[in-house]
């Protein structure tokens, strides 16, 4: 009898037109080739995630830490303030903070307790990057720092980010997170430009293109986050809030994104708690307003990147002589 691997009985099943969805269930650690399913979507099932409640640090975040722990940056200290502001941003010491979004955490569990119905209910609630379909971060970064890649996720380039942090203002969630005292601007202009690194999730891109499921998708026990070609989740989610008599977010948010929650409880009930219940002794962010739009649609939102593009074409232009020559000093 002939035995294949994981991968190549996904890659088959494909062949033969099982669902996007179905293939999830067939192995836990593999995933079909995004060029063969296309564009990738999660569905996150908070019916199904408890919050890893009797461990300390969630699974799903545990395991984003170990996998993107060499990623993470070491900023050079005495870090300047941002010009002319008298301060900057420095995790660098709360690296082990996991109940919100740093340079260092890319993904938590946000507990929210709701009302519902005349009664008080907790629900657990995974957050990242929504990966949305047209990111405004990517419309609105001055550096092209920030793309939407053909299977879906987006990204931050390191390289070229300059941590302006223009990208988390436009996020309806606030997604991105900022770390100073690292960066090219360090090397270009640390007196007068940016301020850092922006840093979030990127759906663990590099699994996704050997063929393997995020390394939070593969660490959740209670299976609350499954991942598939987009239109497989968008369907499984809908299917989904229908049994449950539920609700779906992230289909029509901020102009559409490749996440998709689905929940037995209002999303105007999760947002208004996650509103009221202080994180850190600050009001609980990102919540989830329902229904939000596109930042870029607004007029000033255009406006600031029309403005900005010229300058910003300029130090592009300057990053990119400068990788050129140190590539070749390096041949």
Request: hydrophobic share 35%; with cysteine.
């Amino acid at each position: 009898m002939t035995t294949i691997n994981r991968r190549t009985f996904l890659r088959r099943a494909l062949s033969s037109g099982m669902s996007g969805a179905a293939i999830l269930t067939a192995g836990k650690q593999a995933l079909a080739a995004p060029s063969a399913i296309g564009t990738v979507g999660t569905m996150i099932d908070l019916t199904r995630c408890d919050g890893c409640s009797k461990e300390k640090t969630p699974q799903c975040v545990a395991a984003c830490r170990q996998k993107n722990a060499s990623r993470y940056p070491e900023p050079q200290h005495p870090i300047q303030d941002y010009w002319p502001q008298k301060k900057h941003e420095d995790w660098s010491d709360k690296r082990q903070v996991t109940n919100r979004l740093t340079p260092y955490n890319w993904t938590y569990v946000q507990k929210v307790s709701v009302e519902d119905q005349g009664t008080q209910r907790d629900v657990f609630v995974p957050r990242r990057c929504m990966h949305c379909d047209n990111p405004p971060c990517a419309d609105i970064c001055p550096f092209s720092a920030q793309t939407k890649s053909p299977e879906g996720p987006v990204t931050i380039d390191p390289d070229l980010c300059f941590g302006g942090a223009k990208c988390t203002a436009v996020c309806p969630w606030g997604i991105p997170a900022r770390q100073a005292g690292v960066g090219l601007y360090l090397k270009l202009m640390p007196t007068f430009a940016g301020g850092g690194v922006m840093y979030k999730c990127d759906l663990c891109l590099d699994r996704l293109r050997q063929g393997q499921a995020p390394a939070c998708v593969e660490a959740c026990p209670q299976k609350a986050i499954t991942i598939g070609s987009k239109e497989d989740m968008r369907a499984s989610a809908y299917a989904r809030a229908q049994e449950i008599g539920g609700y779906v977010y992230g289909d029509k948010e901020n102009g559409g994104t490749s996440t998709f929650y689905v929940s037995s409880v209002p999303f105007e009930n999760i947002h208004k708690a996650m509103l009221s219940q202080a994180v850190d002794g600050k009001p609980g962010r990102p919540a989830m307003p329902v229904g939000v739009g596109n930042a870029m649609d607004k007029a000033n939102g255009l406006a600031t990147g029309v403005l900005l593009a010229p300058v910003a074409g300029m130090i592009v232009a300057g990053v990119t002589a400068y990788k050129t020559m140190k590539g070749g000093q390096q041949e």
